[in-house]
């Protein structure tokens, strides 16, 4: 009997626990995620492997941070971020916040437009219809139950694995791309910086921060339960960047070597799968894309109202009606009708508009980690939670090295232009 | 009586007696535990660092500060423990609103100012949780201030008044020296006070748990879910625990402590008093899916000979609840079950009427190892208002009450 007791306890806690984390993780790779990976690989070949490791490292940190502070203070980053640095900031901060998050809405728009075009339905049909299912979904509160098909069809990403190994890739040039340090001069063309940026700015997007932390506190962790859910994350994590690597590597030695160099669409895109499906490639690809899409569509901008309206002091959630929080469902259905309207735009490059999101995202992305990084080192709000020397060390130095690519970036433009 | 916001006062010049500006307002300080209402201190930030500037010593305020006493008089701030900073423990923290019965947050502090008085007083009128506060700190000093006030005007305001306001302090000393309790709350509904609980941060729970009043925190704990329940009773020290545990119903007592580690049940049980955890034992033996495990041992059971003026005496006597009293059973000398009487028979009917007259018929009882389908389905099929569980011996063990069975449906729908 307590036997069976303690047994029941251990796995219940494992269940209730393993989720964010890999949630998380699996909407990181939305449509944006592919645009960006694939241009990537499409457009320089192995030359950003490189990127991966730091990157991973970085993730693991970032979000490790977010769900410690989540599970110490059973409070949301925005909600901290206003209790400890008042009302202004908080108010510049969900302005930044509500920007690029729009940006990333548009990205997924984009990509349930460019995976539907794949079937010959055109935008102007697949989005409108697209955008009212994702509103009825979370209004008439039925995303747990569909997140699990999400979660199950993200099983997609797989494919890429598939893909990258069929394509018999140059395995050792990738492996060894992967470990080498890049070369700085190659930092000197602008289209490269831009790449490395919106491959930061995807894999740790500013919205995941928000997201993770408030699921670990909807999902009720605690302080004890804290290590199963790091290990959560972490596993997240590795297995976003396993298939971001696998995205890059198979573009690299089916568009890269085709000398397919810049990505339109997504029929450009679903070229890097014929290796796996051959003729059906297309077809993978769309589904892939459109599961991705819908998937970050639903959470993106719900993410986004609860982080806006919690920092500000709305009423929020999907429990309360449409006039109990008028401010949370108005900014919600806002995100996704404007959302949906940009990519309407007639003759719209929907792939630079996405890869564009995410160089913003890498660009807000410091400012984000400056606040996380003040909160967590703060003991008498984490108690002995505060982070470790090494943490501080590698969040610091994306926050600065990120801060420092962007510049450049600027820099160049101006120089450019100029 | 003019109005004035903490956002207003926050910076403001201060001038001393001479007419010389000495520094600007940082915090307004109040002592709850002497006065709840009025604030007693301004914090002034000075060359010679924080200062504290009593009201009693203020000769204006309007725009800027003025003092009626020399700077080098005020003292300065170091034992501000015992205050609470308006600006630093108020604004931008959450609050509970207990007539809107939710959680909001402060964006800003509204006095009233006694402008009759020889010194300038201000009492604390309520809290701005609404979009007027918001702008008003957010443009202040970015517009002119004559434009601030004109577009301010025309935003109508939503203020919690003050004695609506219940403050969540976290850390017990504090809230010990600031005698911030929970007794607005108290008042509440205990469904009330749990959904307002589910809005908070497990520390902010913990704080309110470990100051409101043991029935009305069990009350409260029973409507919580179990996962919340869970995680309030592990954060408490076990004797509290105990304490709140013991005024439970007994069978959410037992649900509850089932679902806490062993050697963290087993503290809980050692503390209670021993009536409620041989009750409470009990329970825990059983399956938590059965009728066993859903039923509580909290009802009035009366001889079989029993009259409607004895069953009347009986409920007089009864402490339990309310609901465990719709029914009253009638076992035999064995303890065997040999009938129930609705509450409405009883008062319909003259006090010598035997009890056994008035039974329902057929008598509708299931056994302690029934499973939860079958028991809801009697609720169903004969429209219980509870039901007796018996055991093997067909004795009287517990009675199943329909809030037990309404929480069971809902969790699995």
Request: glycine share 8%; with cysteine.
């Amino acid at each position: 009997m307590s036997f069976l007791r303690r047994w029941k306890t251990r796995i219940l806690l494992i269940l209730a626990v393993v989720g964010p984390g890999f949630i998380t993780a699996n909407v990181d790779n939305d449509a944006n995620g592919i645009w960006t990976y694939s241009s990537a690989g499409a457009q320089f070949g192995h030359l950003l492997l490189w990127t991966m490791i730091p990157t991973t490292l970085a993730l693991i940190v970032v979000q490790e941070m977010c769900a410690r502070m989540g599970a110490v203070t059973g409070k949301g980053l925005s909600d901290l971020i206003r209790e400890e640095f008042g009302l202004r900031i908080t108010f510049l901060m969900m302005i930044g916040i509500l920007i690029t998050n729009f940006g990333n809405v548009v990205g997924e728009f984009a990509g349930i437009a460019g995976s539907m075009e794949l079937f010959g339905v055109s935008k102007y049909i697949s989005v409108p219809i697209c955008a009212v299912i994702v509103w009825l979904i979370i209004v008439k509160g039925q995303y747990k139950s569909v997140e699990k098909v999400f979660l199950v069809a993200s099983f997609f990403y797989i494919t890429y694995i598939f893909a990258g190994v069929l394509a018999r890739p140059a395995w050792l040039d990738a492996l060894v791309a992967t470990v080498k340090p890049p070369q700085l001069a190659a930092f000197k063309g602008g289209s490269y910086l831009y790449m490395v940026i919106g491959i930061v700015g995807t894999t740790i997007a500013p919205w995941m921060q928000f997201y993770l932390q408030s699921s670990i506190v909807e999902k009720g962790v605690s302080r004890r339960q804290y290590n199963t859910s790091k290990l959560d994350v972490i596993f997240g994590c590795i297995f976003t960047d396993v298939v971001a690597w696998f995205i890059i590597v198979a573009c690299a030695a089916t568009l890269y070597l085709h000398g397919h160099r810049d990505i339109r669409d997504a029929a450009d895109a679903a070229q890097a799968l014929h290796p796996l499906a051959g003729d059906y490639a297309y077809i993978l690809f769309a589904l892939g894309l459109f599961n991705a899409s819908l998937f970050a569509a639903s959470i993106l901008p719900l993410s986004t109202a609860y982080a806006v309206c919690e920092g500000l002091g709305f009423e929020s959630g999907v429990g309360l009606k449409f006039s109990e929080a008028p401010a949370f469902y108005w900014l919600y259905t806002a995100l996704i009708i404007a959302g949906g309207a940009v990519i309407l735009l007639p003759g719209l490059p929907l792939v630079k508009i996405s890869i564009l999101s995410q160089v913003v995202n890498g660009a807000v992305l410091p400012f984000v980690l400056i606040f996380m990084l003040l909160l967590i080192n703060k003991k008498e709000l984490v108690d002995e939670y505060v982070n470790t020397r090494l943490f501080n060390v590698i969040a610091w130095a994306t926050t600065v090295i990120l801060i420092g690519l962007t510049l450049a970036l600027v820099w160049g433009a101006i120089k450019g232009s100029g | 009586m003019a109005t004035l916001a903490l956002s207003d006062l926050v910076g403001a010049t201060v001038y001393d007696s001479s007419g010389t500006v000495r520094g600007r307002v940082r915090d307004v300080a109040l002592a709850p535990q002497e006065d709840r209402s009025h604030p007693s201190l301004l914090i002034v930030k000075t060359q010679r660092g924080n200062c504290l500037l009593p009201f009693t010593a203020l000769a204006q305020i309007s725009g800027n500060v003025r003092a009626a006493n020399s700077a080098s008089e005020w003292s300065l701030a170091n034992g501000i423990e015992g205050l609470l900073l308006l600006g630093r423990d108020l604004l931008d923290q959450q609050v509970i609103d207990v007539h809107g019965r939710k959680v909001v947050r402060v964006n800003d502090v509204d006095f009233y100012q006694d402008t009759a008085a020889k010194n300038p007083i201000l009492k604390i009128e309520g809290v701005d949780v609404g979009a007027r506060g918001a702008i008003r700190r957010l443009l202040k000093g970015v517009v002119p201030g004559g434009a601030l006030r004109a577009l301010l005007q025309r935003i109508p305001p939503r203020e919690i008044p003050w004695d609506f306001v219940d403050l969540i302090e976290t850390d017990p000393a504090r809230r010990v020296r600031l005698k911030i309790s929970h007794d607005r709350l108290a008042k509440l509904h205990p469904a009330d006070i749990a959904d307002i609980v589910e809005e908070l941060a497990p520390d902010e729970r913990e704080a309110v748990f470990e100051t409101l009043d043991e029935e009305v925190a069990a009350g409260a704990l029973e409507e919580l879910e179990p996962k919340v329940q869970k995680s309030i009773v592990e954060s408490l020290d076990s004797d509290r625990a105990a304490e709140i545990v013991e005024e439970m119903e007994p069978d959410a007592a037992a649900d509850l402590l089932a679902d806490l580690p062993e050697d963290r049940t087993e503290e809980i049980l050692v503390q209670m008093a021993p009536e409620e955890r041989q009750e409470v034992s009990e329970l825990l033996e059983f399956r938590e899916n059965t009728a066993a495990g859903r039923m509580t041992t909290e009802y009035i059971a009366l001889p079989v000979g029993a009259t409607a003026g004895d069953a009347i005496e009986a409920m007089r006597n009864f402490e339990g609840r309310m609901e465990s009293t719709s029914t009253i059973y009638l076992v035999s000398s064995e303890g065997t079950l040999a009938g129930a009487v609705p509450l409405v028979k009883i008062a319909l009917a003259k006090a010598d009427t035997p009890l056994l007259a008035l039974s329902q018929e057929p008598l509708i009882y299931c056994k302690t190892d029934a499973k939860e389908k079958e028991f809801a389905e009697l609720f169903d099929k004969y429209n219980l208002l509870t039901l007796p569980v018996v055991d093997e011996y067909s004795h009287l063990v517990g009675v199943i009450t329909p809030d037990d069975v309404i929480s069971m449906l809902r969790a699995n729908m």
